[in-house]
C-alpha cells in the first residue's frame, strides 16, 4: 500500500507526489491498489478527534509560538485548566498522565517509557486546524489494517505517544521494528534540511546495492550492476534485521 502524507499543506509542492511515484516506480517498487492520500480522510481525523474529546482527553491550547520557546522542554500544561475561548484561534492538545508505556521492539529491543513525564501533553491538531501527524499515523495505520510498522530509529521516540493514543481510540497495536538511519560524517541524518541530495533514480541498481550495503546485508559482489528486479528478489529472500542490532545509525561513506 502507498499513502501520501499530504496533510501539512504549507509544505505540499506541487507535483511532488508525481515525482515521488515515479521514483519508486524507477526502483521497481510497485504499490497494490490506489494511492491513498491522507487529504481524503479528513473526516476520519475529525471523528477520532471528537471521540478523544468527548472523553475528556483533550483541551484547546491558546500559547503563542512565543510563549512555547520559553519553554523548550516538556509543554507545562499552561492551558489545561482554562475556561474554552471560543473566538480564540487554538490547538488541541492530549492529556498524557504519568502512564508507562512499554513494548518490544523487534530489532531494538524493550523500551519503556512514560508519556506523561517524558513528552508531556503533545498538540493533535494544530493551531492551523491540520491534524498533527502523531495522530494521523494512528488513524491511517487503523485504517488500513497495518500490522507491522518497519521505519527509521528517528522515529522510535513518536511509538509510545502512538501506542498511548492505540490505547484510547480501542485501536489494535502494530509490532514496530526501528533501523538506523543513514548519516553524514558530522552525525546529521540525510535529509532536504541538511542539504543532501535526492536520491537518483537514473542509477537504481547501484544505489539498492549501496543501500543493501549500508544496512549491513553484505550483498555479493555479483549482484552489483544486476537488474533491479533481481537485487529486489536477492533483497527479500536475504533480508537480516539482527545484523543492524541496537543501531541508530549507520554512515553514508
Given at each position: 500500500m502507498l499513502r501520501i502524507d499530504d496533510l501539512d499543506t504549507p509544505r505540499n509542492?506541487?507535483?511532488?507526489?508525481?515525482?515521488?511515484?515515479?521514483?519508486?516506480?524507477?526502483?521497481?517498487?510497485?504499490?497494490?491498489?490506489?494511492?491513498?492520500?491522507?487529504?481524503?480522510?479528513?473526516?476520519?481525523?475529525?471523528?477520532?478527534?471528537?471521540?478523544?474529546?468527548?472523553?475528556?482527553?483533550?483541551?484547546?491550547?491558546?500559547?503563542?509560538?512565543?510563549?512555547?520557546?520559553?519553554?523548550?522542554?516538556?509543554y507545562p500544561g499552561l492551558c489545561r485548566n482554562l475556561a474554552f475561548q471560543a473566538d480564540q484561534q487554538h490547538a488541541l492538545r492530549l492529556k498524557t498522565p504519568h502512564t508507562v508505556i512499554a513494548f518490544n521492539d523487534r530489532l531494538q529491543g524493550p523500551v519503556i517509557e512514560n508519556v506523561g513525564s517524558q513528552y508531556g501533553d503533545f498538540v493533535i491538531r494544530r493551531k492551523d486546524a491540520i491534524v498533527a501527524y502523531q495522530l494521523a499515523v494512528v488513524i491511517d495505520d487503523h485504517r488500513q489494517q497495518v500490522n507491522h510498522v518497519v521505519r527509521g530509529f528517528d522515529l522510535l521516540e513518536s511509538t509510545s505517544r502512538q501506542l498511548y493514543l492505540q490505547q484510547l481510540l480501542g485501536y489494535q497495536s502494530p509490532d514496530y521494528m526501528h533501523i538506523p538511519v543513514i548519516v553524514d560524517h558530522q552525525g546529521h541524518k540525510l535529509s532536504k534540511q541538511t542539504g543532501a541530495q535526492a536520491v537518483a533514480p537514473s542509477q537504481p541498481s547501484r544505489v539498492l546495492f549501496q543501500l543493501l550495503d549500508l544496512l549491513k546485508q553484505h550483498p555479493p559482489a555479483e549482484l552489483r550492476g544486476s537488474p533491479v528486479n533481481e537485487i529486489l528478489q536477492w533483497a527479500i529472500e536475504h533480508w537480516q534485521p539482527n545484523s543492524l542490532y541496537q543501531q541508530s545509525s549507520v554512515t553514508l561513506d
Amino acid at each position: 500500500m502507498l499513502r501520501i502524507d499530504d496533510l501539512d499543506t504549507p509544505r505540499n509542492q506541487p507535483g511532488a507526489d508525481t515525482a515521488i511515484l515515479k521514483c519508486l516506480e524507477s526502483f521497481g517498487l510497485h504499490w497494490d491498489g490506489q494511492v491513498d492520500y491522507q487529504s481524503s480522510h479528513q473526516d476520519q481525523y475529525q471523528s477520532a478527534i471528537a471521540a478523544l474529546g468527548l472523553n475528556n482527553h483533550t483541551y484547546p491550547c491558546y500559547c503563542s509560538r512565543k510563549q512555547l520557546s520559553e519553554y523548550p522542554g516538556i509543554y507545562p500544561g499552561l492551558c489545561r485548566n482554562l475556561a474554552f475561548q471560543a473566538d480564540q484561534q487554538h490547538a488541541l492538545r492530549l492529556k498524557t498522565p504519568h502512564t508507562v508505556i512499554a513494548f518490544n521492539d523487534r530489532l531494538q529491543g524493550p523500551v519503556i517509557e512514560n508519556v506523561g513525564s517524558q513528552y508531556g501533553d503533545f498538540v493533535i491538531r494544530r493551531k492551523d486546524a491540520i491534524v498533527a501527524y502523531q495522530l494521523a499515523v494512528v488513524i491511517d495505520d487503523h485504517r488500513q489494517q497495518v500490522n507491522h510498522v518497519v521505519r527509521g530509529f528517528d522515529l522510535l521516540e513518536s511509538t509510545s505517544r502512538q501506542l498511548y493514543l492505540q490505547q484510547l481510540l480501542g485501536y489494535q497495536s502494530p509490532d514496530y521494528m526501528h533501523i538506523p538511519v543513514i548519516v553524514d560524517h558530522q552525525g546529521h541524518k540525510l535529509s532536504k534540511q541538511t542539504g543532501a541530495q535526492a536520491v537518483a533514480p537514473s542509477q537504481p541498481s547501484r544505489v539498492l546495492f549501496q543501500l543493501l550495503d549500508l544496512l549491513k546485508q553484505h550483498p555479493p559482489a555479483e549482484l552489483r550492476g544486476s537488474p533491479v528486479n533481481e537485487i529486489l528478489q536477492w533483497a527479500i529472500e536475504h533480508w537480516q534485521p539482527n545484523s543492524l542490532y541496537q543501531q541508530s545509525s549507520v554512515t553514508l561513506d
